[in-house]
C-alpha cells in the first residue's frame, strides 16, 4: 500500500516535459500495452526511445500523437487504413484531432472512405460507448461458454 502511495507521488512530481514508460502511457490513455506496441508496428511515425531490454520511454511529443491516433480509429471510427491515409496527408501531425476530421470531412476527403463501412461500401456511424459495453459482455459470455466447452 504505502509501495502505491509513493509510485502515485512520483508521478505527481514528474515534469510535463519528463518521458513516460508505456505503463504510464498505457493508464494516461487507458489503451492497452499491447495495443501500443501494436500501434507502433502500424504507424511508423510513433517512434518512442528504447533502452536497455527494449524499455520504451515515450515523449510528450509521442503521447499527443498516441492520443490522436486514439481519437481517430475510438472517437471517429477510422480503420487503421483510413487513419494511416489522413495521418499522411497531415505530415503526421495531429493537432487537433476533431477539427482535423471535420475539415477531412467538409473537404470530401478520401481518406474518410477508410472509415467504417457495413459491407455494401456505406460509411456507418461509429459505435457508442453503450454498443461498445454490450459487445464487451457478449464476448465475454462467449469466452465462458468456451472455456465450459474445453
Excluded at 514528474?14 to 508505456?22: G, H, L, N, Q
Excluded at 518512442?48 to 475510438?74: F, N
Excluded at 470530401?108 to 456507418?124: C, K, R
Amino acid at each position: 500500500m504505502a509501495h502505491n502511495v509513493a509510485r502515485e507521488a512520483q508521478k505527481l512530481q514528474k515534469s510535463p516535459d519528463a518521458f513516460r514508460t508505456i505503463s504510464e502511457v498505457s493508464a494516461e490513455l487507458d489503451v492497452p500495452q499491447h495495443v501500443l506496441r501494436f500501434w507502433e508496428t502500424k504507424f511508423k511515425i510513433v517512434k518512442p526511445l528504447k533502452r536497455g531490454g527494449g524499455r520504451r520511454y515515450y515523449r510528450p511529443s509521442d503521447i499527443e500523437l498516441i492520443r490522436g491516433i486514439r481519437d481517430l480509429l475510438y472517437k471517429h471510427g477510422f480503420t487503421i487504413r483510413g487513419a494511416q491515409k489522413l495521418l499522411k496527408e497531415q505530415g503526421g501531425r495531429i493537432d487537433n484531432v476533431d477539427a482535423m476530421v471535420s475539415a477531412a470531412r467538409a473537404e470530401g476527403n478520401p481518406a474518410l472512405s477508410h472509415t467504417a463501412s457495413d459491407g455494401e461500401g456505406e460509411v456507418t456511424a461509429p459505435l457508442s460507448n453503450d454498443d461498445r459495453a454490450q459487445i464487451r459482455r457478449v464476448l465475454g459470455e462467449l469466452k465462458e461458454l468456451k472455456e465450459l466447452l474445453a
